[in-house]
């Protein structure tokens, strides 16, 4: 039987995104690839600890309780590791451990796997490894580097928050450009002069499109379930101001998605809010406003535009070694 992927939502995982591998890599960096090896092997029943992404995959997954059939999933998380089959054993073990229904897998034995995200028509990638975010980026994937960030898993919360930045994330980093080239007053008489023109969409539009529709299948379910809560909820934490601020709520209903929340912050650090707000995930472009957000909330780095191309430095990730090294380990 073939599975129309189309019709669902598919990320894409590494599981240095999901689960905590410091040990490993330790094995790895330390005592060389055989060691490694040896270590997984007797440690293969030992379930890795959750790792940043963990809360987000799981309560994402679980959205498909509104299904009407179990065949026919919402969502559906696929792993993609630079592993090779039998190092990779112990993750799927794990994800069997923690029950996460992720049956889809692709290992590649010291290779990036991000060339096969349109082949699962997958609307985002999460990895800890730079490079292979950073090259999904480049050929126009939808990416994102998990940083070392906070994070709690709440038992007692089966909501699941996500938190976007605007530009260079959902939309494309026009507007951005201007700034960086003109200044705040221009940036906003450009925004002014083309309120009613949508963005361009950037890396998570097509993310965001599929998350909102889900929001309208609880609201469906809420007909005939009066008790139901709604689960998911969508905001927006952008850096933009009045009177900026029209552009990117006109593009948002352009594209039929309505944010539970928008804070527009015109300078405040994003962190102070995001501290209150707690999503489970959160998306930005911008370095600067990553390093507060990883201090309080799991923290996602989209690096695409203008201000990745001026060569910024990104947050301290996961784990940081040469590429040679990561292969195995940060997969």
């Not at 790792?51 to 009407?68: E, H, M, T, Y």
């Not at 939808?142 to 938190?163: C, H, M, W, Y």
């Not at 507007?175 to 083309?194: I, P, W, Y």
């Not at 905001?235 to 948002?252: F, G, M």
């Amino acid at each position: 039987m073939a599975y129309d992927l189309e019709k669902r939502l598919v990320v894409g995982v590494s599981s240095s995104a999901v689960f905590d591998l410091r040990e490993s890599d330790i094995i790895f960096r330390r005592d060389g690839e055989e060691k490694y090896r040896i270590f997984q092997e007797k440690n293969l029943n030992n379930p890795l600890p959750k790792g940043i992404a963990f809360p987000f995959v799981k309560r994402l997954l679980s959205l498909n309780d509104l299904s009407p059939t179990k065949d026919d999933p919402l969502v559906e998380v696929v792993l993609l590791s630079r592993n090779d089959p039998d190092t990779g054993l112990r993750v799927m073990n794990t994800i069997s451990h923690y029950g996460l229904d992720i049956t889809r897998a692709i290992f590649m034995q010291g290779k990036s796997p991000y060339e096969y995200i349109p082949a699962f028509n997958i609307a985002l990638f999460l990895s800890a490894n730079k490079p292979d975010v950073d090259g999904a980026i480049r050929m126009n994937y939808p990416a994102g580097q998990v940083l070392e960030s906070k994070f709690e898993d709440d038992e007692n919360d089966n909501t699941l928050r996500i938190a976007f930045d605007f530009d260079g994330v959902l939309a494309g980093d026009e507007s951005e450009a201007v700034m960086q080239s003109s200044g705040l007053d221009r940036f906003h008489e450009h925004e002014t002069l083309n309120v009613m023109q949508p963005h361009n969409p950037g890396p998570l539009q097509k993310f965001l499109i599929a998350m909102s529709k889900i929001q309208k299948i609880e609201e469906d379910y809420k007909k005939s379930h009066s008790d139901y809560k709604n689960r998911l909820r969508i905001s927006i934490v952008t850096a933009r101001n009045a009177p900026s601020h029209q552009r990117a709520l006109h593009t948002l209903k352009s594209w039929e998605v309505m944010a539970n929340d928008a804070f527009f912050l015109g300078g405040i650090e994003k962190g102070k809010v995001l501290s209150v707000l707690k999503p489970h995930i959160f998306f930005d472009d911008q370095s600067r406003h990553l390093r507060s957000a990883c201090t309080v909330v799991p923290s996602v780095h989209i690096p695409f535009g203008i201000t990745n191309q001026k060569r910024i430095e990104p947050p301290k990730p996961i784990v940081l070694k040469s590429e040679k090294e990561a292969s195995l380990v940060q997969s």
